[in-house]
């Protein structure tokens, strides 16, 4: 045999072995759209990621298989693959990838997002459930939002006082929703015009803009091995410098926090959950160190702003364009609270037109539409089909909310498929917090920050669409986080019968 005749054999020989073990090494995966060779289905981000993978769910079936370059990935988009998922499989399915982001930002995968499943991430757990998101603590806390959402009303009466009609509202949520979360983690407001020429706020301010806009950068290493040297270089550095200015602005706000503590001795009391931290620490200083402590915060701090503000800002739009509804929940505000005061929390159970609302809003528009992903710890079985250790896991949150077969009629508003919110949401097809033990920790706090944000919005003033409200545009960008298009620019006015509580405020 000649040279060539043995090069081509050789070429076959190869090209055969590849199909092989692409063939044997796919056996009992989930169905799925074929793979481009390198990138696999990388080409499938978009910012419409969730819309079409809920399309591919409908050709491929309830659990799909995709490959992000090396990285093999599952979907699931249907209540009974998340019930095998995270509660059969939740312990196995407890873990996060390790992603570059991970490690930079979230301190070497310690912090409470980052995780994996094991008895550090229930430490931290515990802690936040018991002594921050519990009924008793989110009660305790409510004293130190409230005043946040009375600044956040007072402001838009006086900017109406002074002419203005129109609100674009984004920013405004985004103050108010920090400064409640502030207050209560750290006894600190660093947001709202009062606060432009202080350099401690503009340095809080700039740290979350860098944390969101790092969280955004995509690292081609976690998908593509080829790249790791790459992003070494340029993204991980730059991600660890400012990881470093976040831990030295969160030190000194520890340590202002400790020296108030110690100058008060024992007539120190609890005021917000740092304080709750700081004693917790000279019990257990292992493990409620000061790195522990600016982890538990700076997680808190980056998952709780966002989510809550798109939730707000579609909430109110969805409102606007449903004017019946609105008149309807500000008629059960009127009734149950008066018109002599703003809502308090302890309001918010008899308000159930307003929580429907919320509830339905959540549903169309979920913030965080494929939750957040999960790792595959061991091998195991999904819908029949294998899923290997180290597999990402991905719930389509957005698709399992817009199923025909599970809601009547998705597409359109209507709170009041919400009545018996608690066996609707039962079932596992209403979502929005995901399901099992890595669901949020702040689905409470959320929902109460919800409420008491539009509620008073609804009672303090009249809202309706710039241009009429057929021509709000109610368009998204349904990528990992669902935002509107488009921030929502609203008219306002005060209300005359809200007037004597408005000016006292
Ligand atoms: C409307 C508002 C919110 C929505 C829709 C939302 C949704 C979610 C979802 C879908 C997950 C992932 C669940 C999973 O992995 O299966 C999650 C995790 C998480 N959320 Fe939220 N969230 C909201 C507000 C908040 C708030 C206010 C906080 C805290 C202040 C918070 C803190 C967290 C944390 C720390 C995790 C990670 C938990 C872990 O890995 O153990 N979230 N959230």
Not at 34 to 52: K, Q, W
Not at 261 to 270: H, I, P, V, W
Not at 470 to 479: Q, T
Request: charged share 25%; net charge neutral; aromatic share 10%.
């Amino acid at each position: 045999m000649d040279t060539m005749s043995l090069f081509f054999l050789g070429i076959v020989f190869l090209v055969t072995i590849k199909i092989v073990s692409t063939w044997w090494g796919n056996r009992g995966n989930p169905p799925g759209p074929s793979a481009l060779p390198f990138i696999g289905h990388l080409h499938l981000i978009s910012s419409t990621f969730a819309r079409d993978l809920a399309n591919l769910a409908q050709r491929y079936g309830p659990v799909i298989f995709l490959r992000f370059g090396a990285r093999p990935v599952v979907v699931v988009s249907t209540p009974a693959a998340v019930e095998e998922c995270f509660s059969k499989n939740d312990v196995p399915l407890a873990n996060r990838p390790q992603l570059l982001a991970g490690k930079c930002l979230g301190d070497n995968y310690n912090n409470l997002g980052w995780a994996p499943h094991g008895p550090h991430w229930r430490s931290l757990r515990r802690f936040v459930n018991t002594d921050l998101f519990s009924v008793n603590r989110l009660n305790f806390y409510a004293a130190l939002r409230e005043p946040e959402v009375n600044v956040f009303v007072k402001d838009l009466y006086r900017r109406a006082l002074g002419g203005q009609r129109e609100v674009k509202l984004r920013k405004e949520f985004i103050d108010v929703i920090s400064n409640c979360l502030l207050a209560m983690l750290i006894g600190k407001r660093y947001y709202g015009a009062d606060l432009d020429g202080s350099e401690e706020a503009r340095q809080f301010r700039q740290n979350i803009e860098d944390f969101n806009h790092f969280i955004l950068t995509p690292a081609l290493g976690d998908f593509l091995p080829l790249f790791r040297g790459i992003d070494s270089i340029w993204l991980a550095r730059k991600m660890k410098a400012f990881a470093k200015r976040r831990d030295s602005f969160m030190q000194k706000v520890i340590e202002e926090r400790r020296r108030n503590m110690q100058e008060k001795g024992s007539e120190a009391k609890t005021k917000c959950v740092l304080d709750a931290l700081l004693i917790n620490q000279s019990t257990d200083p292992d493990f409620y160190s000061d790195k522990n402590l600016r982890g538990i915060l700076d997680a808190l701090i980056s998952a709780g702003v966002d989510t809550v503000l798109n939730s707000l800002e579609w909430s109110l739009a969805l409102l606007i364009k449903n004017p019946d509804v609105l008149d309807k929940v500000s008629e059960e505000i009127d009734t149950n609270v008066g018109l002599d005061r703003m809502i308090q929390e302890s309001d918010v159970p008899k308000l159930p037109t307003l929580n429907n609302v919320i509830n339905e809003s959540l549903r169309m528009y979920p913030p965080a539409p494929l939750a957040i992903p999960h790792e595959a710890a061991e091998d195991c079985v999904i819908g029949g089909y294998r899923v290997r250790k180290g597999t990402m896991i991905m719930v389509n949150i957005y698709a399992i909310h817009m199923d025909p077969k599970l809601w009547e009629d998705p597409a359109s508003f209507k709170p009041e498929r919400f009545n018996a919110a608690e066996d609707v949401k039962g079932g596992l097809k209403w979502l929005a917090f995901g399901h099992g033990r890595r669901s949020c920790p702040g689905a409470n706090l959320a929902l109460r920050e919800l409420a008491m944000v539009l509620g008073n919005l609804i009672h303090c003033f009249e809202w309706s669409a710039v241009g009429g409200h057929e021509k709000l545009d109610m368009n998204m960008n349904p990528g990992f986080f669902l935002a509107r298009d488009r921030p929502l620019v609203a008219a306002f006015e005060p209300r005359q019968a809200m007037i004597d509580v408005l000016s006292q405020l």
